[in-house]
């Protein structure tokens, strides 16, 4: 996968699953939607970091702030798997629904 375009396109499909699977996991408390996401996220980061080395300078910039924004949201997304985890699965959806 050599274009940027491709990897964009890979980026977003993986955002979409990390993004279901965290809020599925809130609503049905089922493991299967958390292993989905911790098997997932590692191969996610990967593609972006790969990105990042390999792209022209002109598209740094713009994979530089995927790369910040996805940090952001996997740190939240994480959060959301660790309150299923504690019992407070009712917070989830709150947390995945929020401004931040």
């Not at 598209?59 to 407070?88: A, C, H, P, W």
Request: aromatic share 8%; with cysteine.
């Amino acid at each position: 996968m050599s274009h940027p375009l491709d990897r964009v396109q890979l980026m977003r499909y993986y955002e979409e699953v990390l993004a279901q699977s965290a809020r599925n996991y809130g609503f049905t408390q089922d493991k299967k939607w958390e292993q989905r996401y911790r098997t997932i996220e590692p191969e996610s980061d990967k593609l972006l970091k790969e990105s990042i080395k390999t792209c022209s300078k002109e598209d740094l910039e713009f994979f530089e702030l995927m790369d910040k924004t996805n940090q952001e949201m996997v740190e939240m997304e994480y959060r959301s798997i660790e309150l299923v985890n504690s019992g407070k699965a009712n917070d989830v959806i709150s947390l995945l629904e929020s401004e931040e």
